[in-house]
């Protein structure tokens, strides 16, 4: 038992006690907390994300984590991999740009904690990504989650949005404005169509929805594990955006 607690102790003083500030990847740590009996150790941290422009970011954890959520970004679901611990957000849209940086907040794994200074994080102006997800989860409740669809050229008449989910879930909503939106789906698969926009006028960019997680076991997802995709009502010969 003593090798056990000196292990753990070993553990978590690569991030906690300290003030963590990297300034060659433009990582900065500004508040953590251990593991105890109750909960599991997390971190909130800040990415500098200056000059991306429209392009898009990477964050490489060491390994998977309980929760990564940018709380106020969105993240690319089909460049991402929670379980590898491999997140791609797409630049900040207007109201996300908070002091050109990004906050995310990490719950780590019991007894999996690494350096917060180990995560590898790169942007790319050049990647711009049209469709991304608002991260979610938000907690680690499993309960419910909250998030919308971020469309950047915006959602015009005739799209028709596709939001496959990994697993079923209890509740699926299409919320606020969005909620007069034609929705169908089956526990898994949504589309959403009616959109009013006529090409030219961009300004409705996001599709908001929430979410009540089923009680089975392993219905946990998070935002980089669905997918999105925009397709037209009638038929095209363009193939649809996807992420």
Same mark, same amino acid.
């Given at each position: 038992m003593k090798i056990a607690i000196i292990a753990i102790i070993a553990l978590l003083g690569g991030?906690?006690?300290? !003030?963590? %500030?990297?300034? !060659?990847?433009?990582? *900065?740590?500004?508040?953590?907390?251990?593991?105890?009996?109750?909960?599991?150790?997390?971190?909130?941290?800040?990415?500098?994300?200056?000059?991306?422009?429209? =392009?898009?970011?990477?964050a490489d954890l060491p390994g998977p984590v309980n929760l990564f959520h940018v709380t106020n970004g969105h993240i690319v679901p089909g460049d991402s991999s929670p379980i590898e611990g491999t997140y791609k957000i797409a630049a900040?849209?207007?109201?996300?740009?908070?002091? $050109?940086? +990004?906050?995310?907040?990490?719950?780590?794994?019991r007894d999996e904690i690494f350096n917060i200074t180990d995560i590898v994080f790169t942007c790319d102006q050049s990647d711009v990504q049209d469709l991304s997800v608002y991260s979610f989860p938000q907690n680690d409740l499993v309960k419910e989650a909250s998030s919308n669809v971020f469309k950047? *050229?915006?959602?015009? $008449?005739?799209?028709?949005?596709? +939001?496959?989910?990994?697993?079923?879930?209890?509740?699926?909503?299409?919320? =606020?404005?969005?909620? $007069?939106?034609?929705?169908?789906? !089956?526990?898994?698969?949504?589309?959403?169509?009616?959109?009013?926009?006529? %090409?030219?006028?961009?300004?409705?960019?996001?599709?908001h929805f929430s979410i009540d997680y089923s009680t089975e076991p392993d219905s946990w997802f998070a935002a980089g594990d669905i997918t999105v995709s925009v397709t037209q009502e009638e038929e095209s010969e363009e193939s649809p955006d996807e992420a």
């Open positions: 991030v906690f006690g300290q !003030d963590v %500030e990297d300034a !060659d990847s433009g990582i *900065s740590v500004k508040t953590d907390w251990p593991q105890n009996e109750d909960s599991n150790a997390g971190a909130l941290v800040e990415f500098a994300v200056s000059d991306v422009g429209d =392009g898009s970011c990477t900040p849209a207007d109201w996300e740009a908070i002091n $050109e940086t +990004i906050t995310v907040l990490i719950i780590f794994n950047r *050229s915006g959602y015009h $008449e005739g799209d028709v949005l596709t +939001i496959t989910l990994p697993v079923a879930v209890a509740r699926f909503n299409i919320t =606020g404005g969005d909620s $007069e939106l034609v929705v169908d789906g !089956d526990g898994t698969t949504y589309t959403v169509s009616g959109f009013k926009n006529e %090409e030219g006028n961009d300004d409705h960019t996001e599709v």
